[in-house]
DNA sequence: ATGAAAGCGCTAACAC
DNA sequence: GTGTTAGCGCTTTCAT
């Protein structure tokens, strides 16, 4: 291939200045129309294309934004980074994707990898695994926006997009209770990310206004899997005291808990099953799956949405940017469905 | 903050030249160990980050290679993404993200931007919309490696990732034909991917093997949604020749299969249905879904291992490499076992 | 409305 | 083993 064409290149063309071809190229102010409209018209003859990096260099921004999500294997992680791309992509930025991998090595990698290559800013969800956040700290340290979403940490001060998560556990359980429920059990996972204990909070508030005083046995702490699911059910089948009801800590052991049902012989809603996350599974299996949608794509577009407000302001003020929080959304189906 | 420190900081810090800390930091040849430990020694204590978009800019290397795909939302997509991220990660590159939504226009405005970012190389899988694909040969006018990957097109000669298709389809209604099921249907859809015509001629082939001549009022084309198998699928149950099995163009199509029998009273595998693509959900609904597993996950990384086999070549040649053609893997489950 | 020139932070010859 | 210097392609004052 011949060399690649600059805009001194067409402004050599034109006899012109390189200050001329860039402003008429950017569309600056004062271009009179007949040597802007000449530009364009060599910059296509000569097949011109803007190195975006070179630009970056002098202007300081990259128009690329950094997204750190624990895996874009995981649906609702997936679906975010979708919303993100396709919202940002029509304000002229780009996504530079890193993911964890639940890892917190990885995750300080992730924040140096994109700092290095000059992102205007990240979008971050945490990985499982983190408890110390001092490596976020340096986003903020760089003057760039950090936008946390989902996955929020106490340590953490950061403009952020979440759900109600309190609420969220609240609505599964005040459902359950609602369809004749009333020994609800809990399968879900341990650690320091927010959102689960946030959850499990809500589980027990909403039994407790229901009168209901929380067993203890029928919390039950594993991984956030089918094999998961699969394995706490069998553990609260064992019980004496067996549930009548059973949440998920997602709705992939909600697809375990279903499936340790189904080989004792029990479908729900005879025992009442409800998960997180309303994959797009979730709605299709037979018996279809009550969940609690998370609203992945209004996640997204929240979070995008907050980082254009964020960038705009000058100097960067992160403080007056208040935090989004939606709401979870209960999705009532088959699983669950005692009542007519 | 403070003004970014740039190698000229830790030059003066040292009384050295830029370049030498330019070569300590680089790890480069002829460096005395000294200096080397002094000048890493100085970065880490004024907190020097390396500007990539500079080094870029002299260097002609971005280590950011632009991945392009209909959408992150499709797990198919997202699992390559996945694997490709985490592999080339490992390589020290970065994945820009563009997803075009199965539009040609967003492809075109994709490729633009990939190039204008300056990556290194692009990994693509096409649009539905694709038919005219001169944007693509853009890529490699510029000198830069780019791969396809699972939705090839034959006017695009490019190194590409994918699996034997036609053998896919094949496998699937082979399957069927070994578990019994004699009057074979095959929901799909119809345009110019390659993919789905030679999974279409592979159902077609088996079904000649087995004597059967293919019945055409039993290949439907339609959307590859749980919508559309769910369509198909009362369209095929009202004619007088009712298939005894039914082929969904994917996992979500043979969902919707699964609920239009439902509804009649059928379960698989009284009437046998098999997907495509091995969703996470497939192994896990009840009765499990069969399906051809398309590797996505092996797809990803040997098209990172490709990309980086033809960036270490110079000239770039990619003539001289061998299209990677994976092997479609049958996953017998429930919704077909017929025999024991 | 356009030109001249400095410089963004780094790399890579080429010297010594 | 280290210094000097010229760019990479573009933006952006400051002039005119």
Redesign the interface.
């Known amino acids: 291939?011949a060399k690649?064409t600059t805009i001194y290149d067409i402004a050599k063309e034109l006899n012109i200045t390189v200050s001329t071809v860039s402003r008429a190229l950017n569309n600056i102010s004062t271009i009179s129309e007949s040597t802007r409209a000449s530009v364009l018209a060599t910059a296509k003859k000569l097949n011109y294309?803007?190195?975006?990096?070179?630009s970056?260099?002098t202007s300081g921004k990259?128009y690329?934004i950094g997204i750190l999500v624990p895996?874009?294997?995981i649906?609702f992680f997936?679906?975010v980074?979708?919303a993100l791309?396709?919202y940002l992509?029509s304000f002229g930025y780009?996504?530079?994707?890193?993911?964890t991998?639940e890892s917190l090595e990885s995750e300080k990698n992730g924040i140096?990898?994109l700092?290095?290559?000059?992102v205007d800013g990240i979008i971050a969800s945490m990985s499982l695994e983190t408890q110390d956040v001092s490596h976020f700290e340096k986003v903020k340290?760089?003057?760039k926006p950090l936008i946390i979403f989902d996955r929020t940490h106490d340590d953490l001060q950061s403009p952020n997009v979440k759900i109600d998560d309190e609420y969220a556990g609240y609505l599964a359980t005040q459902h359950l209770l609602d369809q004749g429920y009333r020994n609800i059990a809990y399968l879900t996972t341990r650690h320091s990310i927010k959102i689960f204990r946030e959850r499990f909070e809500g589980y027990q508030r909403a039994l407790r206004e229901a009168g209901i005083p929380p067993t203890p046995e029928h919390a039950v702490f594993g991984e956030l899997t089918?094999e998961g699911g699969y394995a706490g059910t069998q553990q609260l089948m064992g019980l004496k005291n067996q549930p009548d009801a059973i949440i998920g800590g997602d709705d992939?052991v909600a697809?375990?808990i279903?499936?340790a049902l189904?080989e004792k012989g029990i479908t729900p809603p005879e025992i009442g099953v409800i998960g997180f996350a309303n994959?797009?599974?979730s709605e299709?299996?037979?018996p279809s799956l009550s969940t609690i949608d998370q609203q992945a794509i209004k996640m997204g577009k929240e979070c995008a949405k907050m980082f254009l407000k964020i960038i705009e302001q000058s100097p960067l003020a992160e403080n007056n940017i208040t935090p989004v929080v939606l709401e979870p959304l209960l999705l009532a189906r088959a699983s669950t469905r005692r009542k007519q």
Not at 49 to 54: F, H, S, T, V
Not at 115 to 118: C, H, I, K, M, V
Request: aromatic share 6%; proline share 2%.
């Open positions: 291939m690649k294309r803007p190195n975006k990096i070179a970056s260099l990259t690329i895996s874009a294997q649906q997936a679906s980074i979708h791309e396709k992509k780009s996504i530079l994707l890193y993911q991998n140096a990898t700092l290095e290559a000059q340290e760089e003057g089918v992939y697809l375990g279903i499936k189904h994959q797009n599974f299709h299996i037979i």
